[in-house]
């Protein structure tokens, strides 16, 4: 059962910038898809980006150019940079963790990220 703690959340102006962190445990992630999802009020949850334990990233349209995902695999840590933000981006981000050989799924708690215009 893979743990994972969110952190980073918070206010911000539109036009700033924050870094949410998402610190895992309690398995390999040799083989682990870690990723960022995000849910707006009255939204489906929608994916942000995801990144593979060899470091190829992907993003949805939205935030391309924008927010950059990375992860530290000594920490067993996955970053969302999100650069630029819009009032648009409010929303609860969570973190996810897909194990690719099990096709077992966890989330984190989420964390709040609301831009003000």
């Known amino acids: 059962q893979v743990q994972l703690v969110e952190s980073g959340g918070g206010l911000v102006q539109a036009g700033g910038s924050l870094r949410l962190s998402c610190a895992a445990s309690?398995?390999?992630?040799?083989?682990?898809?870690m990723g960022w999802y995000r849910q707006a009020p009255g939204k489906q949850r929608e994916l942000v980006a995801i990144?593979?334990?060899?470091?190829?990233?992907d993003y949805a349209p939205s935030v391309k150019g924008r927010f950059t995902i990375s992860n530290d695999n000594a920490k067993n840590t996955v970053y969302l940079q999100m650069n630029s933000l819009k009032p648009g981006d409010t929303a609860v981000y969570y973190c996810n963790a897909l194990n690719r050989l099990t096709m077992s799924t966890s989330w984190g708690q989420g964390t709040q990220v609301t831009v003000s215009s």
């Open positions: 990144i593979g334990s060899g470091g190829r990233a």
């Open positions: 309690g398995s390999d992630f040799s083989n682990t898809i």
